[in-house]
C-alpha cells in the first residue's frame, strides 16, 4: 500500500510541475493552469491520504469508495468540456464581430482609396 501511495503522490506531484512548467513556457493560458494544478493537487493529496476517498465515500453512502472518484472524475471532465465548449462559442462571436468591422472598414475606405487613386493618376499624366 506505501509503494501505490507513493506512486500516486510522485504522479500528482509531477503533474503540477508539468503544468507549471507549461504555464512559464506560455502554451497554457493561467486560468486552465490553475485548475490543473488543483487537479494535480488533489491527486497529490490523494495519493498521500487514500483514506480520504473512503472517509467521503462512506459520508455520502458509496459502497465501493473508488466509485465515488470515477464519479467526480467524471464530473470535473464533463465540466471542464463545457467550460471550453463556452469559450469556444464566444471566441467564435468574437472572430464573426471582428470580420464584419473589417468588412465595415474596408466598405467606408473604397471610396477613399479610389479618390487618392484618380487624383494620382490625373496627377502623373499632366
Given amino acids: 500500500m506505501a509503494q501505490l501511495q507513493i506512486t500516486t503522490s510522485l504522479l500528482g506531484i509531477g503533474l503540477a510541475v508539468f ?61 471542464k468540456a463545457l467550460h471550453a465548449d463556452i469559450q469556444s462559442t464566444q471566441l467564435k462571436r468574437e472572430l464573426k464581430r471582428l470580420n464584419q468591422r473589417i468588412a465595415m472598414i474596408e466598405v467606408q475606405s473604397e471610396p477613399m482609396n479610389a479618390r487618392s487613386d484618380t487624383a494620382l493618376f490625373t496627377e502623373s499624366h499632366d
Fill in 19 to 79: 503544468i507549471l512548467y507549461l504555464l512559464r513556457r506560455d502554451h497554457l493560458h493561467l486560468v486552465h493552469g490553475l485548475f490543473w494544478i488543483g487537479v494535480a493537487a488533489c491527486a497529490a493529496i490523494l495519493g498521500l491520504w487514500p483514506g480520504v476517498t473512503d472517509l467521503l465515500a462512506r459520508t455520502f453512502g458509496f459502497a465501493y469508495p473508488p466509485a465515488l472518484a470515477l464519479l467526480l472524475g467524471m464530473l470535473l471532465l464533463i465540466i
